[in-house]
């Protein structure tokens, strides 16, 4: 038996005030762990099972819970805050017979179009392989003595396991008992969020996608040192509040901590249709007037392949000078200019992160390099492993960050059981 095995099973002299906890001592040599779970039911004629408790039911932890319980014989517990577990999660889980479809964008949903789908099989596969969970079970603290981990809940109660898998999500709670276990956090802070724009020229086009632009944002005071990323190609959406889509989502993530930095007061400039540079924006406007003549500017134009037309009337009657009635002959050299300007650096002021506080994910979190990235397992804190979004990870619109909480959370189930004890 391991130092860690013999711990458990051996007397039980807690650094703790014990008035408010329901970890029992048994008999001089056996603990039971909450006599009011289902984890701690153990015959005491027969070794104990090692324990694992998982804090967090998202997608890291059910991961860690599901990998753990199929491939070691210890008890695994999940105990998760709030009402329901995987909250979060709107992805999809193909090797639990959730069928996938693939869309023409390239990205893949259930067939049923419900997330309730992937939520069902986890929650059932984690019941198959016998892990408990336990929901509105919120964690105050975790604490280590000796070789084994204590974790208290709000309700008073506390559980002991060997192993302890911190999948917390951003709670900042957690990045404290980390810290108080000799771990660094990195500062966190909001990512992937909307713009919040208030720009007439977006009036009225909530809902207005255009399909490839090139969106550019500029903090204001300028960081000191470079940041790359901070230039985005994808499609971008008009929102009732202002700007969104995979190239603000893009820009969110690699800017979050310099829009955080300024508070979010930031330009953002949108060149609507990058395939062609100024030159040959301006080219194909002089062509125009040639070819469109006795048209009117604001309804036809020759960027119809990008630009919908609805888009183009606001933009073109930003213009000083282009009203409903000019015609394409009549623009002036001054106005193409200008209007090939308001095509290929676009300005607009952005005052907010999106609305309603609407994050996605936050960047920051317990810092990488005290984690064994093979296993995750703490290098401060022997038998403490981290899975998901609780770690310094973040990653930009796609499913890289759901991939990374699946990922670790995998990783260090398949690491505990492979140390667990027969
Ligand atoms: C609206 C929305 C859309 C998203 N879309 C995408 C997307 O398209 N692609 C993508 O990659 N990512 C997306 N994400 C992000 C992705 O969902 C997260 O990165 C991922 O779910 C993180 O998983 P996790 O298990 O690490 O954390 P979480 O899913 O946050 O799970 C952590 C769990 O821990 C619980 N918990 C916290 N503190 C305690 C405590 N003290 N005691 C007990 N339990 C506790 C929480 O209640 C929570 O259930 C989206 C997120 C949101 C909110």
Redo the contacts with the bound molecule.
Sequence with gaps: MSARGAAFQGHLTLPLHTSHISLLPVASTKVAVSTTCAHSAQPLNRPKRQQVVI????????LAAITCARNCSASVLI????PS???????FFENEQVPLKVEPSGKVFPTSDDSATVIRALVDAARRAGVVTEIR????ALSRWEDSYYVDLVDGRRFMADYAVL?????R??HVWAQNLGHKVVETVPS?FTFGVRDERLNGLAGVSVRDCEVRIVPNPKPKRPVPGLVQRGSLLITHWGLSGPAILSLSAFGARVMYDCVYRIACIVDWVPDLALDEKLKVLKESRRILGQKRVLNIHPFRGNLPQRLWKALAGAVPGIDSSLKWANLNNAMIQALAEQLHKCRFHVSSKGQFK?E??TAGGVDLSEINMKTFESKRSPGLYF????LDV??K?????????WAS?YIAGLSIASRVEV
């Design positions: 804090v967090g039911g998202g997608a890291a932890g059910h105990l998760e805050s709030g577990v995987l909250q979060k999660v709107c992805d079970a919120r964690v105050r999948a917390t999500g951003s709670a709670t957690a992937l609407e996605f994910v899975a998901g979004e609780t973040d990653g619109t796609g499913g890289y960050n759901l991939t990374f909480a959370g």
